[in-house]
């Protein structure tokens, strides 16, 4: 008996295998420092667990349509205008079980056996997995760290092959918290028509933006790119309902009808009580949000300034989402280790501070802290991480 050729390709996760180790220190009695985190640290805002309790009160607690109510498609329909200047109607949305899922349902329904997707790197670790589990290929464009890890259309062009069918754009991004402004995402868009590419925008960090920086979806820049581009957003980051598995996606309604017939052969509905939740996000106060954002702001500012005085460590200002991706080459270059990835491994044996080694988003020569976490945490994992290097 043997696994399917499908899940044997897969890259385990080096998120969860630090996260993993981590636990197991914490049950052992250590004091261990987590910087690995890609969720806020504050509760679901109160209004939308009220929502969410209310609704089970009502009944709420039963099948849903596979795309998820209407109320919600709409009021995502309304966020879409209102925030992005698109123009959508609720067949055109679909409500998936988090924002991971709508793009694993998106690559399943766009994707042949033999298909190339494009992935600028760094990446978000689950892109090349879901890419694989389609059937695909995943090519990879290197973002390089000095033009703040983003790719150029002369990279795209460069990648683009006959069996190439989609690019992923993630801005803001993880790991790197960069974001393309609009004079770069018009310069990739016309790579991207030029050569008939789908295009899948993650924008799931929309909301967590810093300083004079603006987030622009490429969907809006034509109507052509309209046509081509899948908008994935989701509840997760921006109200802290990162449990609560609540993720959209808006495109071409024929594309949209698929991935709805897919999920109900597969998960069926998200949950209910979840929906309800998500609404109450949505049409109910912002205010949360603005607090979330303004704490994230001073943590980066805060650990960024720290990290940049630690020895053998450099590391850009990232405009959005809540990650820092310093470059670690120096120190492990000084060190007696030979790789990063052995580098944070004894970072978290030695001095007990987790976080995630870069070779998991591609980009070996850096890590992923989170700034998700309070700042005492944040100061006392730099902190450790400087004795880490003194040693």
Known sequence: MSLSERVSTLTPSSTLAITAKAKELKAQ???VVGLGAGEPDFNTPEHIIEAAIKSMHEGQTKYTPAEGILPLREAICQKLLEDNQLKYTPKQIIVCS???????NIFQVIIN????????????VSYPEQVKLAGGHPVYVEGKEENGFKVTPEQIQQAVTSKTKAIIINSPSNPTGSIYD?????????????NDLFILSDEIYEKLIYGDAEHVSIASLSSELYERTFVVNGMSKPYSMTGWRIGYAAGPEKYIRAMVDLSSHSTSNPTSIAQYGALAALVGTQEPLEMMKKEFAQRRDVTLALLNELPGVSCLEPKGA???FPNVSEAVKNSSYSTTDEWVAALLEEEKVALVPGSGFGAPDNIRISYATSLDVLKEGVKRIERFLKK
């Open 29 to 31: 009695g250590f004091d």
């Open 98 to 104: 988090g924002a991971k899922h709508a793009l694993y």
């Open 113 to 124: 056996p033999g298909d190339e997707v494009i992935i600028p790197t760094p990446y978000w």
């Open 182 to 194: 609009k004079a770069e995402l018009e310069a990739l868009a016309e790579v991207c028509l030029k």
């Open 322 to 324: 809540f990650y820092l």
